[in-house]
């Protein structure tokens, strides 16, 4: 067999099989082409998923007569001047997207250099990477690029695209992606005549508030709140959503690195590790999240279709992405999202209109009578709190007794009325319970409505995560060290996070190549399981890597603990005890939402509340 070197044409092909998955690929190239050449605005018109037609209209610098014909070139750019591919300042790079499409579709170009001399624009036309005469073409500025049959010179390709509905999604999905990450290019995406979506430009500092809240369409304002972080090797921002503000899926997460969108594992974990003390497990944040850094400590060469990345410090950014989240959750403090007043008040209008009429016609939806009677507890004298049922036994309790001061409000009742004092406090003030489980209370302008258990079972988590981090971490050592039986490879990746476990008070060694023996623990975990503990920390490593495990283990025994230490529903409370709680909610993190990510409280303002009488 003889050695022959590929025509052009089949080179390009070959390029193409892996830059050009499907329509929307195609689509990506292009106006990111179009925004690298300094667009302001672009438009896409999309005819059957973009397999009959693909146009792109952009206002950008243009090409020249010269560049026109040498664009669908293999290998030619204008983005790498210096040739430093550790420099990559542009969406593109590679040279490969206009030959590779070429080489598939057919192809014309019409295009005017902005400040050329030139009186006309010029057009070339390619078919199935044939190229044809250039000639003189009407077209005032900017490019307009149409690709027509895309794949018909690869009718293989053709076969793996799916339904018609699902590539319009992957073209709407792409476009969705490069309107968040350039608020100040006006996109719009056209398909089989009908606008999918129009979006202005918007430039200045909320440019990215502003797109995102065209996008999202969620109640941007009152659901999400701003994350920003300038750490000198790396900066984020963008927003997050309220940990009472959560999806089923994580869908809703992008990240972008340098307006790149990315799919990256160690983002994602991040966003999980900042949110696992306020969200329930299988729950997701919804997230858009822009890390800018320097092009050199992050490889985006890793795949042609970019969606990888590596990065030459992980840690680093993993740390960055984690204290920018945190920091943000940390600033919503007391807000709940809305979501949840809105849901309350929707459920309170269908009672007021069940009155009069009982059933909607042709809606098929019932509503639920009015409860009987609402119950009213007025506050009882002398209801000093009770110690709650406790998993505890007597020796951990008298443990933990020494490590933490108590934490429970002091709970002195006395005939009290409502104190109007209080009443600018954020969380207002209390004007009684209801079912010995609710606390209602009265604020400048509406009424919060608070779930006394989870509101204070975040308090005492908060303390005692706080004493916890203040404090050296208190060991016990072990009368009889534990000996505890893992596989080869599980010990070595122990062992080489031995360091890190000894800083939280975890001490072991290898015992006899097959074991590992445990000599201190953590004195908050003396009465653990400790086989059980290290494999649930052997698990822990895999998902979350290096000692986040064990941190993570500790505030997870903590949060049980408050649970089970904190005043309980179903009982009780005088109007002063129900102060003491608002106002230790307003003075500690993190009060929205309870250990296990359910809100703490509701807030209806006046407003809502006039409405549901018809007041306004
Ligand atoms: P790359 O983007 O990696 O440089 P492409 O094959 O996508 O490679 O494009 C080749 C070149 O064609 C670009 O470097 C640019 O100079 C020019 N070009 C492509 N699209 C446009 C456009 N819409 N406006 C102006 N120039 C363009
Ligand atoms: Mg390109």
Same mark, same amino acid.
Request: hydrophobic letters at 40%; glycine letters at 4%; charged letters at 25%.
């Given at each position: 067999m003889s050695?022959?070197?590929l025509s ?14 499907r329509?929307a690929s ?15 605005k672009?438009? /896409? ?20 007569k &010269? ?9 030619a ?19 490969e ?7 598939v579709s057919r192809?014309?170009i019409t295009?005017r ?11 070339l ?10 000639s003189?073409?009407?077209l ?5 690029i ?7 010179a ?10 018609e509905?699902?590539e319009i999604?992957y073209?709407k ?12 290019v006006?996109?719009?995406l056209?398909?089989?005549?009908k ?6 430009a918007h430039v200045?500092e909320k =440019?990215l508030?502003?797109?995102?809240n065209?996008?999202?369409?969620? &109640?941007f ?13 790396c900066k ?7 940990p ?7 869908v809703?997460q992008?990240?972008?690195i ?5 799919r990256?594992?160690?983002l994602s974990m991040? /966003? ?5 003390d306020?969200?329930p497990?299988?729950?997701y944040?919804?997230v858009?999240l822009f890390l800018?850094?320097d092009?050199a400590l992050?490889d ?9 990345v590596?990065f030459k410090?992980a =840690?680093l950014?993993r740390s960055i ?6 920091q943000?959750?940390r600033n919503i403090?007391q ?5 949840l007043?809105?849901?309350t008040?929707n459920s309170?209008?269908p ?24 119950s009213?507890?007025m506050p ?9 049922p406790?998993?505890?036994t ?5 443990d933990?007794?020494q490590?933490f001061?108590p ?7 006395e ?8 009443i600018?406090?954020p ?7 209801i079912? &010995?489980t609710?606390?209602l209370?009265q604020?400048?302008?509406g009424?919060i409505?608070?779930d006394q258990h989870?509101?204070h079972?975040?308090?005492?988590y908060e303390?005692?995560?706080?004493q916890i981090?203040t ?10 060290p534990?000996?505890?039986?893992l596989?080869?490879?599980?010990i070595?990746?122990?062992?080489q ?7 939280m ?11 590992i023996?445990v000599?201190?623990l953590p004195?908050?975990?003396?009465c653990?399981?400790?086989?059980k503990?290290?494999?649930d920390i052997v698990?822990?490593?895999?998902e979350?890597g290096?000692?986040v495990?064990?941190?993570?283990k ?6 049980t603990?408050?649970c089970h230490?904190?005043i309980?529903?179903?009982r009780?409370?005088?109007i002063k005890?129900m102060n003491?709680?608002?106002? &230790? ?7 929205g939402q309870?250990?296990h990510?359910r809100?703490?409280?509701i807030?209806?303002?006046l407003?809502d509340?006039?409405?549901?009488f018809?007041?306004?």
């Amino acid at each position: 067999m003889s050695i022959k070197i590929l025509s052009n044409t089949t080179v390009n092909r070959i390029a193409a099989g892996e830059v050009l998955e499907r329509p929307a690929s195609a689509v990506k190239e292009l106006v990111e082409n179009s925004i690298d050449a300094r667009a302001s605005k672009v438009d /896409v018109i999309i005819e059957n998923a973009g397999r009959n037609l693909i146009t792109i209209i952009d206002n950008g610098l243009g090409m020249h007569k &010269d560049d026109l014909s040498l664009c669908v070139e293999r290998h030619a750019t204008s983005k790498l001047p210096a040739e430093d591919i550790n420099q990559i300042e542009f969406f593109g790079f590679r040279g490969e997207a206009l030959p590779s499409i070429a080489s598939v579709s057919r192809m014309n170009i019409t295009s005017r250099q902005q400040d050329a001399q030139d009186e006309f624009a010029w057009n070339l036309e390619i078919i199935g990477g044939a190229k044809q005469e250039l000639s003189p073409a009407p077209l005032s500025l900017g490019t307009k690029i149409e690709v027509r049959d895309l794949f018909f010179a690869t009718p293989a390709r053709l076969k793996f695209l799916k339904t018609e509905k699902t590539e319009i999604n992957y073209i709407k999905d792409i476009m969705t992606k490069i309107a968040m990450a350039n608020p100040e290019v006006a996109l719009s995406l056209t398909s089989d005549g009908k606008e999918l979506f129009n979006l202005k430009a918007h430039v200045g500092e909320k =440019a990215l508030y502003n797109r995102l809240n065209d996008l999202v369409k969620k &109640d941007f304002k009152e659901n999400f709140s701003y994350v920003e972080l300038n750490d000198h090797e790396c900066k984020i921002n963008g927003y997050i959503s309220l940990p009472t503000f959560n999806a089923g899926t994580s869908v809703e997460q992008y990240f972008f690195i340098n307006k790149r969108p990315v799919r990256d594992k160690l983002l994602s974990m991040a /966003v999980k590790i900042a949110y696992q003390d306020f969200i329930p497990s299988g729950r997701y944040p919804l997230v858009y999240l822009f890390l800018d850094m320097d092009p050199a400590l992050v490889d985006v060469n890793v795949h042609p279709s970019k969606l990888e990345v590596r990065f030459k410090d992980a =840690a680093l950014v993993r740390s960055i992405v984690i204290s920018a989240i945190k920091q943000s959750i940390r600033n919503i403090g007391q807000k709940a999202s809305n979501h949840l007043s809105n849901a309350t008040i929707n459920s309170f209008i269908p009672n007021v209109i069940a009155q009069t009429i009982p059933r909607l016609e042709g809606s098929g939806q019932q509503y639920t009578p009015m409860p009987s009677k609402p119950s009213f507890t007025m506050p009882k004298n002398n209801a000093s709190m009770q110690s709650s049922p406790s998993v505890f036994t007597a020796e951990q309790k008298s443990d933990m007794k020494q490590i933490f001061a108590p934490t429970a409000p002091v709970m002195q009742a006395e005939p009290n009325d409502f104190d109007k004092n209080q009443i600018d406090f954020p969380l207002g003030s209390a004007c009684g319970q209801i079912h &010995d489980t609710y606390i209602l209370a009265q604020t400048k302008d509406g009424m919060i409505l608070v779930d006394q258990h989870a509101a204070h079972e975040r308090i005492f988590y908060e303390r005692l995560k706080k004493q916890i981090n203040t404090k050296e971490i208190q060991t016990q050592r072990l009368f009889i060290p534990e000996i505890v039986e893992l596989p080869e490879h599980v010990i070595e990746q122990l062992m080489q996070e031995k360091q890190g476990f000894a800083k939280m008070g975890l001490y072991f060694d290898s015992f006899g190549g097959s074991a590992i023996s445990v000599s201190e623990l953590p004195a908050l975990l003396k009465c653990a399981d400790v086989k059980k503990m290290i494999l649930d920390i052997v698990d822990d490593l895999n998902e979350y890597g290096q000692q986040v495990s064990l941190e993570k283990k500790i505030n997870h025994f903590l949060a049980t603990f408050a649970c089970h230490h904190s005043i309980r529903s179903g009982r009780s409370l005088s109007i002063k005890e129900m102060n003491i709680l608002l106002r &230790d909610m307003e003075a500690h993190e993190h009060t929205g939402q309870c250990n296990h990510g359910r809100p703490t409280y509701i807030r209806l303002s006046l407003k809502d509340i006039n409405k549901l009488f018809e007041r306004t």
